[in-house]
């Protein structure tokens, strides 16, 4: 049975930073593509960033660009999201995802697999 776990969530104020991890059990996601999701309550889960197996190939949101950093060591079969600079808007619960394919995408339904997700929330 497939799991991903995130942790690292928690409370700062804007301008701090929070470290993501997520990392995966029940088979192994070395060759495949993985991602960070986030939803704010009454909103729709929109894409954050998302890597490549090998680390070299990655995505990010418009909102993400320059503050936010996605990184994988697949030996863990992890992988983690620092985020600096955070901002209110950036408040929501942020989930890992991953996919059975290769490719670098940003569509929820593109992905297999979830984790519970882990809340994160930035005051002013």
């Known amino acids: 049975q497939v799991q991903l776990v995130e942790s690292g969530g928690g409370s700062v104020q804007a301008g701090g930073s929070l470290r993501l991890s997520c990392v995966a059990s029940?088979?192994?996601?070395?060759?495949?593509?993985m991602g960070w999701f986030r939803q704010a309550p009454g909103k729709a889960r929109e894409f954050v960033a998302a890597?490549?197996?090998?680390?070299?190939?990655?995505a990010y949101a418009e909102s993400a660009k320059g503050r936010f950093t996605i990184s994988r060591d697949s030996r863990k079969n992890a992988m983690n999201l620092q985020m600096n600079n955070l901002k209110p808007e950036d408040t929501a619960v942020y989930y890992c995802?991953?996919?059975?394919?290769?490719?670098?995408?940003?569509?929820?339904?593109?992905?297999?697999?979830w984790g519970r997700g882990t809340q994160v929330t930035v005051s002013s």
């Open positions: 995802a991953a996919r059975n394919q290769t490719g670098v995408v940003d569509v929820p339904a593109q992905y297999d697999y």
């Open positions: 029940g088979r192994t996601f070395s060759s495949a593509a």
């Open positions: 890597i490549n197996w090998s680390g070299y190939i990655t």
